[in-house]
């Protein structure tokens, strides 16, 4: 017997319900789920950065609505570990899925559904309990006939799978088309409560962590040949710069760009150390705009040797 629910009568007005809870976005790198989060959040929280498996934290952006709070918690994708830092990140990837309300598949519009979407979707269909949106990605870049060939496919798949989708849902988070219609979609499969984080947080890293995650995106760019693990950021300290007027604050960042191996150096640095200087313009911009006060940033390189696969390095790194 199933449970009941008992609807109050319609002539008494009934307390509209407000709803709060965690959702996450999987897919493979690339898939879209970063663009996909700041296009819901509204601002720039998670980190977009060409290179795949960039999103190294779990970044949580929140979504406020009159009638919920939709907290999006980002995992780093999950893939074959080769490092001590691919298995730790694994078995945190599984740990959250199986503690969100809901999940949200990515795949983009564009890729026919390969071996690395039914590696995830596998995962997926082992955690029986949560709910799944397939999330189609990108659709500004396809017609509608090869839309329509993907929502089949990913259909079919979930059913090849034994589990049904809870929706499937094209969007185009850089057009913006059907965003709002998806945070329609995730609300009601979150639980009843009130809101989670007081209202306009957007999120709960804390500050340095996200200055952090800055430094590291913007000394990623256009460095394609080396690898994105291999880059760690540690901000040592953020301090308010003393006998400043109150009209006219300025916050020193001490930041250290950590790298493997010395030849990589010269990669981050680039010539006469002109790289490291963009890099620091470029990031102390996003800081500002993050924090809203003016910085003061020292970016330092230094070589941390082969610290992915060393597990008391990879604790002083934050992992």
């Keep these: 017997m199933g ?80 490092t001590l830092l691919g298995e ?100 009601p499969l979150l639980p009843e409560g009130p809101a989670l984080y007081p209202d306009g947080e957007l999120t709960d890293e804390p500050e340095q962590v996200m200055v952090a995650e800055l430094i590291r995106e913007a000394a990623l760019e256009g460095v394609r040949d080396e690898l994105p693990h291999s880059i760690a950021v540690v901000v040592e300290e953020m301090l308010p710069r003393e006998d400043r007027p109150a009209d006219r604050p300025l916050l020193d960042i001490h930041a250290f760009v950590y790298i493997e191996r ?8 680039g010539p006469k150390g002109k790289r490291l200087k963009e890099v620091g313009i470029k990031s102390r911009k996003q800081i500002e705009a993050l924090l809203g006060t003016p910085v003061f940033l020292d970016l330092h390189v230094k070589v941390a040797k082969d610290w992915q696969r060393d597990p008391r390095q990879l604790r002083k790194l934050g992992f």
């Design 262 to 269: 010395p030849s990589q150096k010269g990669i981050i640095i």
């Design 88 to 187: 730790r990140l694994n078995d945190v990837v599984r740990t959250t899925w199986a503690e969100v309300d809901v999940i949200g598949f990515c795949l983009p519009a564009n890729e026919k559904l390969g071996p690395g979407d039914r590696f995830i979707a596998k995962e997926l269909a082992s955690i029986k309990k949560t709910p799944k949106i397939a999330i189609v990605t990108k659709t500004d870049l396809v017609d509608s006939k090869a839309l329509a060939e993907q929502l089949i496919a990913i259909d079919q798949l979930g059913k090849e799978l034994g589990f049904e989708w809870a929706e499937i849902v094209p969007v185009s988070a850089v057009r913006d088309k059907q965003v709002d219609l998806l945070a329609d979609l995730l609300v």
């Design 3 to 82: 449970a009941m629910s008992v609807r109050t009568p319609s002539s008494e007005p009934s307390e509209a319900t407000h709803r709060a809870g965690f959702a996450c976005f999987v897919g493979r790198p690339n898939a879209g789920k970063s663009t996909l989060t700041n296009a819901l959040v509204g601002k720039k929280v998670a980190i977009t950065a060409d290179q795949p498996q960039t999103t190294r934290h779990t970044v949580r952006g929140i979504v406020h609505r009159p009638d919920a709070q939709l907290i999006l918690v980002d995992t780093p994708g999950l893939h074959k570990p080769r």
